[in-house]
């Protein structure tokens, strides 16, 4: 069978030529077009404004700090270091409870001076110093638990009679207006506020617990405060 391919072998028309140009040109022109055109929503893509920049530091911070935590590993503390940090914690526990007993006792005191009367107010201030007394006293006994030696165990036996604080207020009571009221003409006592000023420790203690409850939930010293701080005194010292 016999096919004729003249037609198609045969050299093309020179306007045949000139449309498969054209052709191929306008699409490489619309595609050149179109990768322009993503190229320009590439290039104009909003710049991040300053608060989100502060919010991705901020984030990149936080997440740096959890990386270094994980990373690094709290080398083990030696009984010796472990027993330091605790006497340091108590120390700083019992001075806080006597400092907040004292300034407890004082501030009722004076405000049982103004509210009520003389004899009130000096029967509280009697209560409140037998409760500093047995504070310290209970202190002692404390600190003679974890003493080995003979000086730790005379302290925690002079400890012990803290007990009797209350005997020992209840006596003066008695002998104060048995005998200095009628002689020589003392503030007569009162047994129940100077009970109640024995208590001031407990209201100290109680106090302590909720700082120490309330002290994660303090807000850090702010650097504003700091920094005005030392502008004043850049400012003073210059002039």
């Known amino acids: ?62 997440s740096a700090k959890m990386v270094m935590a994980f990373v690094e590993k709290e080398e083990p503390l030696t009984p010796e270091q472990i027993a330091e940090r605790e006497r340091k914690q108590y120390e700083e526990l019992k001075q806080s409870l ?16 103004v509210l009520y009367s003389p004899e ?7 209560g409140a110093v037998g409760s500093l007394v047995y504070v310290r006293m209970l202190s002692s006994s404390v600190e003679a638990l974890g003493a080995s030696n003979v000086q730790g165990a005379v302290r925690g036996a002079v400890g012990q009679p803290r007990l009797l604080v209350p005997v020992v207020l209840v006596m003066t009571f008695n002998r ?9 003409g003392a503030v007569p006592l009162e047994l129940i506020p100077m009970l109640v000023g024995f208590f001031t420790y407990k209201a100290a203690t109680i106090t302590q617990a909720l700082q ?11 650097s504003a405060s700091s920094s005005s701080s030392s502008s004043s005194s850049s400012s003073s010292s210059s002039s």
């Open 1 to 62: 069978m016999d096919v004729d391919l003249s037609a198609e072998l045969s050299k093309p028309s020179k306007a045949t030529l000139e449309k498969q140009v054209a052709a191929a040109r306008r699409a490489a022109g619309m595609q050149a077009g179109q990768s322009s055109g993503d190229e320009g929503k590439i290039k104009w893509r909003y710049a991040p404004t300053s608060k989100e920049e502060r919010q991705w530091a901020e984030a990149n911070r936080k």
């Open 176 to 184: 104060w207006n048995e005998i200095l009221v009628p002689q020589y």
């Open 120 to 126: 009130i107010a000096v029967s509280y201030a009697v």
């Open 98 to 113: 006597v400092l907040t007993t004292l300034g407890l006792g004082v501030a009722f005191t004076g405000t049982a001076a």
């Open 212 to 222: 120490d409850m309330l002290a994660p939930f303090a807000p850090p010293p702010s």
